[in-house]
């Protein structure tokens, strides 16, 4: 069994670049991958960013920053991360996609290196179905945004080994997060639960129940969330959470995922929440 000390994260988008941030911070090489040197070198000009912000509120000291920057390279090149130990995938929310990354990383890494998908509601059973020595396969999934929430849920599937139990541990250890392990199921724990709130939210606003900011204040005030449900939404993007949903009434056939009319209608307007200027509110 190897230690973990080079990761590797596919993807430089929101999440991408905040677990290839939080994993240098925590001293683990790092190599980031995204399809063109560009998108790549947009993931790093964020954590960059990310990394000032913490130095400028006296959160991060400029000596740290400066080590974590050090620590991470990046590329264009999928063979690149063929040393490191673990590998985080961030790619979109598509099984297709996802299980052809995990057969191409089959071929380029070591038979027990760590294969992770931050996938937030996709079968890891299937993922790793299409890798070889699937027992080294297993969900990571962090949360936005990421060197904040404190969460990683770890997705156990149907082929997932003790042992890439014992070693995610260790790494969800040294970043500083606080785990939680669940056995692989449409939603898992977090998604299922979070989808279930923001549906109904939209429900609610849809009938005309009260305004999109009371029924956020509701679950503020009321229930202590940080962000409301309909908040959260639009942070996530409005397109990300109808896939979701239709994913989930797929799988479940529960009436509690069907998509609410009004979610649908905003994602065919593109009006797909923060990311794009409006969604259920403007920005």
Do not use: W
């Not at 799988?251 to 409006?278: D, H, I, N, W, Y």
């Amino acid at each position: 069994m190897s230690e973990l000390t080079q990761v590797g994260v596919i993807g430089a988008g929101t999440m991408g670049h905040g677990i290839a941030q939080v994993s240098a911070q925590a001293g683990f090489s790092v190599v980031l991958y995204d399809v063109t040197t560009a998108a790549a070198e947009a993931g790093r000009a964020k954590i960059d960013k990310t990394l000032q912000v913490g130095v400028e509120k006296k959160k991060v000291t400029p000596e740290a920053r400066d080590a974590a920057l050090a620590r991470l390279t990046t590329t264009d090149a999928l063979e690149a991360l063929a040393p490191c130990e673990l590998i985080v995938e961030a790619a979109p929310e598509k099984l297709a996609l996802k299980q052809e990354l995990f057969a191409k990383l089959s071929r380029h890494c070591a038979p027990d290196a760590i294969l992770a998908s931050n996938t937030s509601s996709l079968s890891l059973t299937e993922i790793a179905a299409s890798a070889t020595h699937p027992g080294r396969v297993v969900g990571l999934h962090f949360f936005n945004p990421v060197h904040l929430m404190k969460l990683l849920e770890v997705v156990r599937a149907f082929q997932t080994s003790d042992e890439t139990i014992a070693r995610v541990r260790g790494y969800g250890a040294a970043i500083g997060k606080e785990l939680i392990v669940v056995k692989d199921s449409p939603g898992f724990a977090s998604s299922r639960l979070g989808v279930a709130l923001g549906l109904e939210a939209t429900r609610m606003l849809e009938e005309g129940v009260a305004s999109a900011e009371d029924i956020d204040r509701a679950m503020k005030l009321g229930y202590g969330h940080p962000m409301g449900p309909l908040e959260l939404g639009d942070l996530v993007g409005l397109d990300v959470r109808l896939a979701i949903a239709e994913y989930l009434y797929a799988e479940t056939g529960s009436p509690t995922f069907r998509p609410p009319q009004l979610l649908k209608k905003l994602v065919r307007a593109g009006k797909l929440g923060k990311k794009s200027g409006e969604g259920f509110y403007r920005y």
